[in-house]
């Protein structure tokens, strides 16, 4: 296994096993297990190899895939080769999507649910692969209905459960369309991809994604009418215990920011004593157990919680983005995740209404490329604040960690500005 050519790693690939993406921590390796699951053992072996191979820190996305940060043109090849002999490397050839489908981490095993949206996304991954012209970063998310509503997530393609064997589909933020049946589910999908792909072949300059379609090239790919906007729902708990089918039960745990150190992964699934469990990727950026009994689901939860990771949905850790920062990064200018440890407890309350947090150990905003209520980019130990932007916006000052958590207490001016943005949704 040679190093992939230069022309591959550059930023803004969408990053596979097998093309790495260039960083500013070394080269992101992105893992698309098969099935999009993993066993506590393929786990273990997993985080081994980001400790020998990368930066030892373990990454999940937003889109629910496995990252190892930190990895070299030396380590790769070794990397790979040796996820490659834990068949823990499932990508298509092509410059296509490696996984386009978003299902919630308990698909498949959850008793609210309306739908088997694991069974679903897997066939509709399968027709994708036949195909070719569509984009990396395709996302089809598929809700099944019940309570992990998958809001939240942006998606080019959404497919959600409105009742028994009944799906409602919307593109981008198009109408929503159908009923489609779900028996016609994977038909209905395939075609559209075609379409869209078509299209995109034919106007590659203009049509990157779909929401770059005019509304007739859009009502073209799939000829369904208009339906009832499906009504909103609650938002989801992220973390903690949760009933499954056959009375058994899953556990879902955050890792801060996104991250964990590979030990404590490690050292939480050394806990598993047997494979049993079966672990799915969360995009609440963690992982899911599942298949315990009560008890079992309960104490590994408060193991979970002992090692530092997220097991209680009201945790404001959950509403924060920041990057491996130092000393992970070498490119780092402030300690970012150790930072945003204090600065999310220091926050709690405003994260807890809605407001959000970047904390980047520099411009490159590793976590979060996009606008954050309030980021802060690091600068030779200090931060720039940035209300309201990306890091590459112009700050308002820039203060050490101290300055910045007076100011962020009720009565100081950062606060009240955040506090503004949480009542009005505006940063006035
Ligand atoms: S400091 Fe953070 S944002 Fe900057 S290159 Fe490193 S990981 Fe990326």
Known sequence: MNAPPKEELRRGWCPSTLRPMETGDGWLVRLHPPGARLTPAQLRRIAALATEHGNGLVEISARANLQI???????????????????LVDEPDGDGPQRLTLVSPLAGRDPTSLLDAAALAAEIELRARTLSGLPAKLCVVIDDGGAQALDGFASDIRLLCIGAGRLALRIGESPWLGPVAQAEAVTVMEAILRGFARLRSAAPDHIRRMRDLSPVALAGLTGLPETTAP??????????????????????????????????LERLVAGLETDAAEIRLSPWRGLAFRGFDRARAEAFLMLAGDLGLITRDDDPRLSVQACA???????????????????????????????????????????HPAAADLTLVGREGRYDVVPGGTTRDKPVATLDLSALLTRLQPGEDIHARLKAVRSTGSQG
């Open 325 to 367: 920062g130092s000393p992970a990064c070498s490119r780092a200018e402030a300690s970012t995740m150790a930072d945003a440890a204090v600065l999310a407890e220091a926050t709690a309350g405003l994260l807890a209404g809605g407001v959000t947090l970047h904390v980047s150990g520099c411009v490159k905003a590793c976590a």
């Open 231 to 264: 009504a909103a729902r609650p938002k989801p708990r992220r973390v903690g215990l949760f009933a499954a089918a056959l009375d058994r039960f899953a556990a879902l745990i955050g890792l801060p920011f996104g991250r964990c150190p590979a030990a404590t």
């Open 69 to 87: 940060r930190g990895v070299t043109a030396e380590s790769h090849p070794k990397l790979v080769e040796r996820l490659l002999a834990e068949r």
